[in-house]
């Protein structure tokens, strides 16, 4: 079948695309589904479940059947709709879920067992061995039913995001929602019009009336024309609003790119979140289809669809059609396909007194029993009276009625009402708030009925929000109302599809019934019914009645279902909105961060910070060397690591130091000006939550530090005990971590090193001795914080600087301190040498540990009531015997591995045997030896016994000694030198 | 969502952490015979509303203030917001 005339396609331009590898063309304005068809092509795909040949049901978003594969490598995307498409050159298409090939499908024996496929099959069958399931049962079954492939690569296509706000959104801009968005935009207020199409006009660019005198193109050119020229409202074409949320927040995709020839140019889709005070709900409705036996043969569509495919596309599948109908909109699909020379075999009407609109013949009071064509219709059974004739014909138009399009109405569990005048289910109460309903979505579907009630909800709308907007003039439009019957599907013995996504038939509910799976949400699990992409839009209502019929009752005595988020399926890309890989989320650098790359250092994540893991020396070949250099030149000289992303909080006022001590289980009170001191700070459950320290610079001004990685909970702890537990206390925080860049002088030399940069001021032992605190400034005039504290068991300080003379100072102490044997380090040399001396920190501080198991119980001041303290008391927690303890290798070259588990020296692998586990482990480049730390059973009277660290996984066994966690310096002489 | 800041105007629920009910500005006293039996319930036993619920929501990625937010479990409505620094200080009398 070649082109018909006139249409919606631009045919100065050709556009050749691939389908299964073959090259055909088509026009700018066709979808690969109606371009398919005007190149005769009706065998579009294969079923899901009986692999049974498939074309085209429908010209929309709602299709079922016509899913490809489009474009190759890893943009390829399964299950797209053929149907919405947008046609552009060079597209490449593919057919899925068939092998071989389109043609011969060797899984096409699917249908023949059919009888094993039938609803609730494998709930029954494959139940036995259980085991079975997993690894025989399902595999095979999916591998059967299927739909698309994924690429299995990653997504090379960008994705952006954007937030937009409105008074007004009007979703559909078919008659109804043109009307509205005009209506409303021309109050002035802020208007967005989004249309899931590429082009405005909805149902209207696939109807052949008139608005007023002229055709319905060129109002809508008019309509377009003073909407674009409207500042106050944006048209959103291509963009699907997928789903009500919260307080007038709706989703929504727009496919800014997928149309376009070069999709790796720019974005190829944008998630928008639209913010509106007031919504219509404009969206048409959907098309019903009336089941009868073996009526999924390509070529056999709904009628609509073949009368926009004839109108709009000016294609259609065949030469010679057939209508099949239990409504007058059956035989306008008839009378607009004779018009444009399409042979009409005949209008099957199941209404006895069914009447022509044109010159073609009626079947009045007769039904569709039988179809005829293994890849393609070819001829149609028809029933009348009880007589059956065939009726050649290579397309079948079926008529059932039309479904409003409601499904973002009952997105907030707003509940469809069914009407037994219109034959439909309609919005009803209880759905998102401020969205009303207007046109065919309300089920007032005539050209006139549309374009008035989208005028009148906006109107309603706009009063609602206080403005009074004019009526618009309406042009003359057909307006007659659609006489219909209540009839839902053909009794017979073959299988009549109802559900064609998922394979569902009339016999399958039919079961469901004799089964008592009858409530609507058990039928729709045990038949799938509904459950597949397109959420049932072609299936739900039609089954319901099928249900309802045999169970006797009513539609709304059966119920009916509501629909969830998305409307139609969006890509997990596009909700990713380009937040993926190293866009996941920001990257933090420390104020070094370029000094340290200039030495080539590697880096590690450390939470949301990159951190120099080590700076490698030439000749240096393994991690090692460079780490154990860092360590021990740190121990015999000075070393200088970037410590800025340890949280910082700057705590101001008044009660300042009341507040720490209500935060911190230990003492604060008797914190002197000057002095830092270490703290721990539990949860309110009793479990450690971080430590840090807190250094007093005046009176009333506090510096608290955290972890790196608990700096932002900690932060909101105190923040939460600030604002909620104790708002009568004068106190400020702000975090000020990336306002300094601070750096530890590690190692013996540290005094010596930071004598030469400290603008004549003593700190000497006694004028800043250990754990002291003191403003200063470095580097002649250089405002600084300098804080004597250790983390690495040696004389050290942490030095602060405004963040953007970090790498400045690093670059100083550095070249200053060469005679000294000034060494940077790393985050690794920092691990090695606060588990050398003990120091807790991450591993330890993981969400599972107390005071108790820290070793660290005594510090719970009973004298006080701080966070966390009373409930650390439970016997449960203070009474927990795993301690932290050291633990060293017995053999030299033994690996100690962090999360091994210990045992008793002999005792058997067994969970049950289980006495602790090693949280932190390295090699010491101190003592020669792997080392490690670790939460032992009874630890504390365990020194110098020998046991077993166990690593199942990596099949290791390690014998190691108890120690005391203090591997140096043990009696703390060092850090006070 | 959109959660009514009483300072910022209507802001998106996305720059909010949610800290839990508001129960939890309910402290007890750690030195109050009973603490321990107090705290429990303090920390562990929750009202699990269908309905009127009030709750704390923490503006990280804004002001940083903690709002008092009173919101329908069953329809997401949010019937008002206040800062629970405010909130708690017009309970103890200490509020202006």
């Known amino acids: 079948m070649s082109r018909l005339d006139g249409g919606l396609i631009d045919r100065s331009r050709t556009l050749s695309f691939t389908f299964d590898g073959r090259r055909y063309v088509g026009h700018p304005g066709d979808t690969l589904a109606s371009a398919l068809l005007a190149n005769g092509v009706r065998l579009m795909g294969r079923s899901f479940k009986y692999h049974r040949p498939r074309g085209v049901l429908t010209a929309g978003s709602e299709e079922p059947s016509a899913l490809v594969e489009l474009r190759s490598g890893a943009r390829r995307e399964p299950n797209t709709k053929a149907t919405v498409t947008e046609l552009y050159d060079g597209l490449d298409a593919m057919s899925q879920n068939r092998w071989p090939s389109l043609k011969f499908d060797a899984l096409g024996v699917n249908d023949f067992v059919s009888p094993l496929f039938a609803a609730g099959f494998y709930y029954k069958t494959f139940m036995w061995p259980k085991a079975f399931w997993e690894k025989l049962y399902e595999p095979a079954i999916r591998r059967a039913a299927g739909l698309g492939r994924l690429s299995m690569e990653p997504d090379p296509d960008s994705y952006d995001k954007g937030f937009l706000h409105c008074d007004l959104l009007v979703i559909g801009a078919g008659a109804a929602g043109l009307v509205a968005a005009l209506t409303a935009a021309r109050t002035g207020k802020r208007v967005i019009l989004a249309d899931e199409d590429f082009r405005l006009g909805g149902r209207l660019l696939s109807e052949s009336h008139t608005l007023g005198d002229a055709p319905a193109t060129d109002w809508l050119a008019g309509r377009e024309a003073e909407l674009s020229s409207l500042p106050n409202l944006r048209i959103m074409r291509r963009t699907t609003v997928f789903g009500a949320y919260d307080h007038g927040i709706y989703g929504a995709v727009e496919r800014v790119g997928d149309h376009a020839p070069d999709a790796s140019n720019g974005v190829r889709q944008t998630l928008w979140r639209i913010t509106a005070r007031r919504t219509i709900m404009a969206t048409g409705a959907t098309e019903r289809h009336i089941p009868f036996a073996n009526n999924d043969r390509p070529g056999i569509m709904l009628a609509g669809a073949l009368r926009a495919y004839a109108n709009r596309w000016a294609a259609c599948p065949a030469g010679r059609v057939a209508i099949f109908t239990n409504n007058d909109d059956g035989h306008r699909t008839a009378s607009d396909l004779a018009a444009k020379g399409v042979e009409i075999a005949g209008v099957i009407d199941t209404r006895a007194d069914a009447q022509p609109l044109g010159d073609y013949p009626v079947f009045p009071g007769a039904v569709v029993t039988g179809s005829k064509g293994r890849l393609g219709l070819n001829s149609v059974e028809i029933t009348q009276e009880g007589r059956t004739q065939t009726l050649t014909c290579g397309a079948l138009g079926v008529s059932g009625g039309w479904n409003p399009n409601l499904q973002l109405a009952s997105h907030h569990r707003g509940r469809p009402v069914w009407s037994e005048e219109k034959l439909a289910f309609l919005p009803g109460e209880g759905g998102p708030r401020g969205l009303v309903p207007a046109g065919a979505a309300n089920g007032e579907g005539s050209t006139g009925g549309a374009l008035s009630s989208g005028a009148r909800a906006a109107q309603a709308v706009l009063a609602d929000l206080g403005v009074d907007a004019a009526m618009p003039e309406l042009p003359e439009a057909e307006d007659t109302p659609i006489k219909q019957s209540a009839f839902w599907y053909v009794p017979g013995t073959a299988r009549a599809w109802v559900d064609f996504q998922n394979d569902v038939t009339v016999k399958d509910i039919a079961l469901a019934h004799q089964e008592n799976m009858r409530p609507v949400e058990h039928l729709k699990r045990w038949t799938t019914l509904g459950m597949a992409t397109d959420q049932g839009k072609t299936s739900n209502v039609t089954a319901l009645a099928i249900m309802a019929e045999l169970t006797g009752r009513s539609i709304p005595e059966t119920g009916t279902t509501i629909f969830r988020p998305p409307y139609t399926p969006v890509s997990l890309g596009v909700l990713g909105g380009g937040d993926t890989g190293a866009e996941f989320r920001p990257l933090r650098l420390t104020p070094t961060h370029e000094w340290a790359k200039a030495r080539g250092a590697p880096f590690t994540e450390v939470g949301p910070w990159m951190r120099a893991q080590y700076f490698p020396r030439p000749g240096e070949t393994h991690w090692r060397d460079s780490v154990d250099r860092e360590v021990l030149a740190t121990r015999a000289g000075v070393g200088i690591c970037d410590v800025t992303t340890l949280g910082k909080v700057d705590v101001q006022g008044a009660d300042a130091l009341e507040f720490v001590n209500r935060l911190y289980c230990n003492g604060f009170k008797t914190l002197k000006v000057g002095m830092v001191r270490y703290g721990l700070m539990l949860r309110e459950d009793g479990i450690a939550m971080d430590d840090g320290t807190c250094a007093r610079l005046a009176e009333d001004h506090l510096v608290v530090t955290t972890t790196t990685s608990q700096a932002g909970p900690v932060y909101r702890h105190m923040e939460f005990a600030r604002q909620c537990l104790w708002p009568d206390l004068d106190v400020q925080l702000i975090s000020t971590t990336d306002a300094w860049a601070q750096l530890s002088v590690a190692g013996p030399h540290a005094r010596r090193l930071l004598e030469r940069v400290v603008d004549g001021v003593d700190i000497s032992n006694d004028a800043c001795p250990f754990m002291s605190c003191r403003e200063l400034t470095v580097c002649g005039g250089l405002r600084a914080r300098l804080f004597r504290i250790s983390f690495s068991g040696e004389l050290a300080y942490e030095l602060a600087v405004p963040a953007r003379y970090g790498g400045a100072l690093m670059d100083r102490l550095v070249t200053l301190g060469e005679d000294l044997g000034a060494t940077p380090y790393g985050t690794e040399a920092l691990s090695v040498l606060r588990i050398e001396k003990g120091h807790a920190a991450g591993n330890e501080l993981n969400g599972q540990t107390t005071a108790q198991m820290l070793g660290m119980g005594r510090m719970v001041s009973n004298k006080k009531d701080s966070i966390g303290a009373v409930l650390s008391r439970r016997e449960g927690l203070c009474a927990d015997r795993r301690t932290l303890v050291g633990l060293q290798a017995m053999d030299a070259g033994a690996k100690v591995t962090a999360g091994a588990h210990l045992l008793s020296d002999g005792a058997e692998e067994r969970t049950e045997m289980d006495e602790g586990w090693i949280s932190s482990a390295c090699h010491s480049p101190h003592l020669g030896v792997g080392i490690g730390l670790g939460f032992l059973e009874d630890g504390a009277r365990r020194m110098g016994e020998v046991i077993t660290a166990a690593n199942p996984l990596e099949g290791q066994s390690t014998r190691l000694r108890v120690v005391s966690p203090h591997f140096i310096d043990p009696d703390g002489g060092r850090v006070r030198d | ?96």
């Open chain 2, 1 to 96: 969502m959109l959660i009514p800041h009483p300072l910022l105007g209507p802001r998106d629920a996305q720059e909010f952490t949610y800290l839990g009910d508001a129960k939890l500005l309910d402290r007890p006293d750690g030195m109050a015979p009973g603490a321990a039996e107090a705290f429990f319930e303090y920390l562990y036993l929750r009202d699990n509303r269908a309905g009127v619920h009030e709750e704390l929501w923490f503006h990280e990625q804004g002001d940083r203030a903690i709002l008092l937010v009173t919101r329908d479990t069953t329809t997401h409505e949010i019937l008002g917001a206040v800062l629970a620094r405010d909130a708690v200080l017009s309970r103890t009398g200490d509020g202006t």
